[in-house]
């Protein structure tokens, strides 16, 4: 739990330097952003519900996050090579997993909110 502000720290100061820079981006790489920021979220998601279960794991985390980012890229430049909106298939994939992996985490947070309330009321 100690180092789970950091990522907060760097995500909050990322969207701050985003909002404070004037920078454009080619129309072109828009549906790789697009990907891109799909996977981080869905690694990021998915770091966090490892942690909550107490499986967390630096590498996987790590190999995950640069894995996913290169395997949507690559789907988006396929798509784009081949004429078809491929990245979509990356977008529903990415999609999926994220409202999964929110939706366990929602329910281990409430089951400890609940077993402290529990201790609480019993002390």
């Not at 939706?103 to 201790?119: C, H, P, S, T, W």
């Amino acid at each position: 739990m100690n180092n789970l502000w950091l990522p907060v720290l760097f995500l909050l100061i990322g969207i701050s330097l985003g909002l404070l820079t004037d920078f454009h981006l080619n129309d072109t790489y828009t549906n790789y952003l697009s990907i891109a920021l799909l996977a981080a979220f869905d690694t990021l998601i998915g770091g966090t519900r490892a942690h909550l279960e107490g499986k967390f794991d630096e590498s996987i985390f790590v190999s995950g996050f640069f894995t996913n980012i290169l395997l949507a890229a690559f789907l988006a430049f396929l798509g784009l090579q081949l004429g078809i909106d491929l990245y979509l298939v990356a977008v529903f994939a990415f999609g999926v997993r994220i409202f999964q992996n929110i939706a366990v985490a929602r329910r281990i947070l409430l089951e400890k909110f609940k077993n402290y309330k529990k201790i609480k009321k019993n002390h």
